[in-house]
């Protein structure tokens, strides 16, 4: 009876560490995705895009100019619209060494996740899937800097 029971033991240890360095690899690959669609437009590299970010990306957000309060719905973007977007936003260099790229995953599950990006822009929140083995973004809600963080 002892034998079986630490066979059992050993056997959902052993699941565990498994299940474990499968999370981890998920959350690193997760993680990826979302340093590529970041250093996508920071780096103007669209092939970053391309391999993070699913063709139907569904992507909207908020906007707001440092001297108006007032947040305006952006008209939404598509992958397309994205690629144009990381061909052109920084093509002059203008961002600093510093530029924040601040990544937070919420959660990791094995088909579907949620993370979050601060990034020059502002605050991006993001869907992601699994397809294929790939971690891609599918939706992402943002919005400009809050009033209080661009204040500072």
Not at 35 to 46: C, I, K, R
Not at 89 to 108: H, M, Q
């Amino acid at each position: 009876m002892k034998s079986l029971a630490l066979a059992a033991l050993l056997t959902l240890s052993l699941s565990s560490i498994v299940n474990a360095s499968a999370n981890k690899a998920d959350e690193d690959a997760v993680r990826q995705a979302v340093l590529d669609y970041v250093e996508g437009v920071y780096n103007v590299d669209p092939s970053r895009i391309e391999r993070s970010v699913h063709p139907k990306l569904a992507k909207i957000g908020f906007y707001r100019s440092a001297t108006d309060p007032t947040y305006r719905a952006g008209n939404g973007m598509t992958f397309d619209g994205l690629i144009e977007v990381a061909k052109t936003w920084n093509k002059s260099g203008k961002l600093r060494k510093d530029t924040p790229k601040e990544i937070s995953l919420f959660e990791v599950l094995d088909q579907v996740a949620s993370a979050k990006l601060v990034a020059e822009w502002g605050i991006d929140y993001f869907h992601l899937a699994k397809f294929d083995g790939r971690w891609l973004i599918v939706n992402v809600i943002w919005q400009s800097p809050p009033k209080q963080a661009s204040q500072k």
